[in-house]
């Protein structure tokens, strides 16, 4: 049996399904003891499987995220829609101050609310612990120590996704992606910043700017008929190119450097989630977290109002 991890004795998950799962499947391998799932729709077997598979973990089937109250969780995880991220937040602040969130933290699409202000009042309420999950971050980090990457001054980002977003939120959804990664490579501080130019159609959405005098591409496509996702990239003048690969059902990430040396990589996505799991209390990890988070925001309300 798994020692019970006494930071997290019950955790909370809003939208266990999808990314959802992945944050469930981290979360159970902490040992936390008790797990509240509730889901846009109430699933009478959502936790038969995971009961018979987890003995040792006691779940709970909630119909609304006003159940949880009474659960006392020490951490939430919020992977429900972008649209219900503020509500949800608003909620569950309330009574429990250890918040996972995933990207974007929220978005507003009303001018006259600026998603900066509103997310730098979050944020910097000491009482509150809120991570914001970036995998780009860990990405970024494994490609700067395994390329020994000092000065980075261009950076191309292209990430064409099976997601159904369409105008204004493939932005919305994909440049937490590629500003956390430029942010993470370079610094996490916000020095300048100048709009180029900006392309956009109904699948499509690409920006050439600078940031911190780095010139930056990022070119991003979103159809639900692709068969696959790929992620590419190009820092100063190496080529980078995702590789994904299935085995015993877990993923498993290589990068192709320049179409000939393979660079073994943590799954981005499971490494900062279990860097988040890990590091909930340590102020100096949750300050660089949520730096990145506002500075992205900065250059996304900029660049999705031009």
Known sequence: MKKK???????????????????????????????????????????DILSKNNKEIKFYNLKSIKEIKKLKPNVISVCSPTKYH??????????????????PIFW???????NYEIAKNLLNKKSNRIFVNLPMISLA???????????????NFNYFTKGKNNFENIPIDL????????????????????????????????????????????????????????LSFKIN?????????????IYLIKILKNKKKLINIKNPMTDYLNFILKNMNKKDILKKNNDITLNLIKIMEKLINY
């Open 5 to 47: 991890n006494k930071k997290f004795d019950t955790a909370a998950i809003i939208g266990p399904s999808g990314i959802g799962s992945v944050h469930l499947r981290e979360i159970i391998k902490t040992g936390t003891q008790n797990i509240a799932l509730v889901g846009r729709k109430f699933k009478r077997e959502r936790i």
């Open 141 to 155: 980090k494994q490609i700067k120590y395994k390329n020994n990457l000092v000065k980075i001054y261009k950076l």
């Open 108 to 114: 507003f699409k009303h001018k006259k609310k600026s």
């Open 86 to 103: 503020y509500d949800h937040i608003s909620y569950i602040i309330k009574f429990c101050k250890s918040l996972i969130i995933e990207k």
């Open 175 to 230: 440049l937490p992606h590629a500003l956390s990664f430029l942010f993470t490579l370079n610094s996490n501080t916000l020095k300048n910043f100048k709009i180029l130019s900006i392309t956009k159609n109904k699948q499509f959405w690409s920006c050439k700017i600078i940031v911190n005098e780095c010139l930056c591409k990022f070119v991003f496509k979103q159809d639900p008929n692709r068969q696959d996702s790929r």
């Open 237 to 249: 003048n190496d080529t980078y190119l995702r590789k994904q690969f299935i085995k015993n059902d």
